[in-house]
């Protein structure tokens, strides 16, 4: 079970997450705070999966705290939850870490499934955050030689793999790695390629012909 903390200022929109991240089975709800500070003081920080973070936060910032969460614990994945979609606060995020950025207007079961994407080594942003980002990207690499400057070897063949169809398990087995290796490389592709999905990178590869 995913264990989830949530760091919103908004009291409306925290109580609005808690309520319903309380009733999902395959999501347990640890902690739910309105500041960064709060969230520092809790013993359970160590629990947890997931952490969805405001970055307009009174005192420590959300980016801030992104960069102290992956000091604590490298493995603790943290999702941005703003209703900024401005490239600052979006690279900001990722630079320090961040493994997604979803907007306010997100509905409550696409953050979920949003989540969920991330605990399975996906990346999770809203559609206006993966199309500027996207359209940054298509301006920064517009040839596909610079691909292999990018990504290692294993990323290249992985995309290979997915490219023909296999699963991540079958990608696991075909190159005699775990299965958590393939979702880490995925990730990691996604992160250096700036998409989200596998439909978005199918797009990309084929685009660069």
């Not at 958590?180 to 660069?208: A, C, G, M, P, Q």
């Amino acid at each position: 079970m995913l264990k989830l903390a949530i760091v919103e200022d908004t009291d409306d929109i925290r109580e609005a997450l808690e309520s319903y991240f309380s009733t999902q089975h395959t999501i347990q709800l640890l902690i739910a705070t309105p500041s960064a500070e709060d969230f520092l003081n809790y013993d359970a920080i160590g629990d947890i999966d997931i952490l969805l973070c405001d970055i307009g936060l009174p005192g420590i910032s959300g980016v801030e705290l992104v960069w102290r969460v992956k000091q604590i614990d490298p493995d603790i994945h943290v999702v941005m939850f703003t209703v900024f979609d401005e490239e600052d606060y979006i690279f900001q995020s990722l630079k320090a870490g961040a493994s997604g950025y979803l907007l306010k207007n997100t509905a409550l079961k696409d953050i979920k499934e949003g989540l969920l994407e991330v605990d399975n080594g996906g990346a999770s942003m809203s559609p206006q955050i993966a199309k500027k980002l996207i359209g940054f990207f298509n301006k920064s690499i517009p040839v596909k030689k610079d691909i292999s400057a990018i990504l290692s070897d294993k990323e290249l063949l992985i995309i290979r793999y997915a490219q023909q169809g296999y699963n991540n398990r079958q990608i696991a087995e075909e190159m005699f790695i775990a299965l958590d290796t393939v979702k880490y490389h995925i990730k990691n592709i996604y992160r250096k390629l700036e998409v989200n999905s596998r439909k978005e990178l199918d797009k990309f590869y084929s685009r660069l012909g």
